[in-house]
């Protein structure tokens, strides 16, 4: 089975761009999660959709959001970015039908601001 | 609020010896905690889930505890190897919310031959 694919693997933009990244999940997972990961903030939960409904938020303003299409595929979009939005972005996946589940991730997508 | 404490600095060991990491945690009582491992440049990679009810959970050289009494998991590597080095994270499920994990800042293992 091919794991989480995530794209692009790196990305620069400068402050006040928007981005969108993608995420692909293991075939048959229905879940899938974005994490935020810098040195300082460590992984940081931001939202996870399910069946192309968010389930969960994480507490992240609304220039950061996402979606999810109903092959399981999900986008993140930041507007506006900032120099603080610099990170390793992670997606993760997993079947979701229930909690607990070990979560699958990709080898993110690495952000930079100028 | 829930919080997650992993001991930051660096774990070094001889290869060969056992090593154990420590996760604490406050403010709630999970049902369940995971074990990650991190490579650099590279995602977590999954590797033991312990649920409540259970003491213990062995996996091949991996045995995790979870003690909720001293709200505390320990990850015992034995016969630890170069391959090894690498940092390893606990997460514990956010209280009320599906596949919402909040992950400790991690430990980064170097074990030196």
């Known amino acids: 089975k091919a794991g989480v694919t995530q794209t692009p693997r790196y990305l620069i933009k400068t402050r006040g761009q928007q981005v969108t990244l993608s995420c692909s999940p293991i075939s048959g997972h229905r879940s899938v999660s974005w994490y935020q990961q810098t040195p300082g903030q460590g992984l940081q939960f931001l939202f996870e959709y399910f069946s192309e409904t968010q389930r969960n938020k994480g507490n992240f303003p609304g220039r950061f959001s996402g979606r999810q299409f109903s092959n399981s595929r999900s986008e993140m979009n930041v507007s506006t970015l900032e120099l603080g939005d610099s990170a390793l972005y992670l997606c993760?996946?997993?079947?979701?039908?229930?909690?607990?589940?070990?979560?699958?991730f990709g080898d993110g997508t690495r952000l930079s601001i100028l | 609020s829930q919080k997650i404490e992993q001991n930051s600095e660096a774990l070094n060991i001889q290869e060969g010896k056992t090593a154990t990491l420590t996760c604490n945690y406050t403010?709630?009582?999970?049902?369940?905690l995971q074990w990650y491992r991190q490579d650099p440049g590279r995602g977590p990679v999954f590797l033991l889930l312990i649920r409540e009810n259970e003491k213990e959970k062995r996996k091949e050289r991996l045995k995790v505890t979870f003690d909720t009494t001293l709200k505390q998991s320990l990850f015992h590597i034995t016969a630890s190897q170069p391959a090894d080095s690498a940092t390893y994270l606990c997460a514990l499920p956010f209280s009320g919310g599906y596949n919402k994990l909040i992950f400790g800042a991690g430990t980064r293992l170097a074990v030196h031959p």
């Open positions: 993760a996946s997993s079947p979701g039908e229930w909690d607990s589940q070990p979560q699958h």
């Open positions: 403010n709630y009582s999970p049902a369940y």
